[in-house]
């Protein structure tokens, strides 16, 4: 049974930096990568990264957030630079293997003024 467990949230400040990470356990999985969800908003994807090392991120992280993963360790992280108020959401992990993609429980992430 694949598991994912994230680690790193918190509360900072913002303009402040946080980074999440997430391991995840069995194979190693095509994608992996991060979405969030806003009180009352709708999950949304923030950053993808492939296990070639491919990325993609949306258009309101770009040149603030990065996404690594690293393989052997079945890892990906989210370093997360000059954050807004707008940052502030429950962060899921994902991990996909063909036809099914696999989520982690979520980690808070506030920022605050």
């Known amino acids: 049974q694949v598991q994912l467990a994230e680690s790193g949230g918190g509360l900072v400040q913002a303009g402040g930096s946080l980074g999440l990470s997430c391991a995840a356990s069995?194979?190693?999985?095509?994608?992996m990568g991060w979405y969030r969800q806003a009180p009352g908003k709708q999950r949304e994807l923030v950053a993808d990264?492939?296990?070639?090392?491919?990325?993609y991120y949306a258009e309101y992280v770009t040149d603030r957030f990065t996404v690594s993963r690293a393989n052997a360790k079945n890892t990906v992280y989210l370093q997360m630079n000059s954050l807004k108020l707008e940052d502030t959401a429950v962060y899921y992990c994902h991990a996909d293997l063909p036809g099914r993609r696999h989520w982690g429980q979520g980690i808070q992430v506030t920022v605050s003024s």
């Open positions: 990264i492939t296990s070639g090392g491919d990325t």
């Open positions: 069995g194979s190693i999985f095509n994608v």
